[in-house]
Nanobody
Framework: QVQLVESGGGLVQPGGSLRLSCAAS????????MGWYRQAPGKERELVAT??????QYADFVKGRFTISRDRAKNTVDLQMNSLKPEDTAVYYC???????????????WGKGTLVTVSS
């Protein structure tokens, strides 16, 4: 069983910082990407940032404020969030995409999410 566990969410004032962490465990074959998504109340889940073999990819609304970092040896991915805004309030989900052995398919895994609330 593959499991993703997020941590680091909480309440922060506008302009503040938080660091989210995600650790993957279990029978992991080959990771294609690890990243972060978020879902605000009443909205669809959206990409925040991903890390694969190339350069990290960021949503436009977090460029210059958020930084994704991945430890390939530990199967972890962090999201450093600076200059937080009230509109960043959401449940943040860790996502991992792995290769399926012997095929060209991939498998998606999601964490349960961690709540980030930006409010004064």
């Amino acid at each position: 069983q593959v499991q993703l566990v997020e941590s680091g969410g909480g309440l922060v004032q506008p302009g503040g910082s938080l660091r989210l962490s995600c650790a993957a465990s279990g029978n992991i074959f080959s990771i294609k990407t690890m990243g972060w998504y978020r879902q605000a109340p009443g909205k669809e889940r959206e990409l925040v940032a991903t890390s694969s073999d190339g350069s990290p990819q960021y949503a436009d609304f977090v460029k210059g404020r958020f930084t994704i970092s991945r430890d390939r040896a530990k199967n972890t991915v962090d999201l450093q969030m600076n200059s937080l805004k009230p509109e960043d309030t959401a449940v943040y989900y860790c996502k991992m995409v792995t290769h399926v052995p012997g095929t060209t398919y991939v498998m998606d895994y999601w964490g349960k999410g961690t709540l980030v609330t930006v409010s004064s």
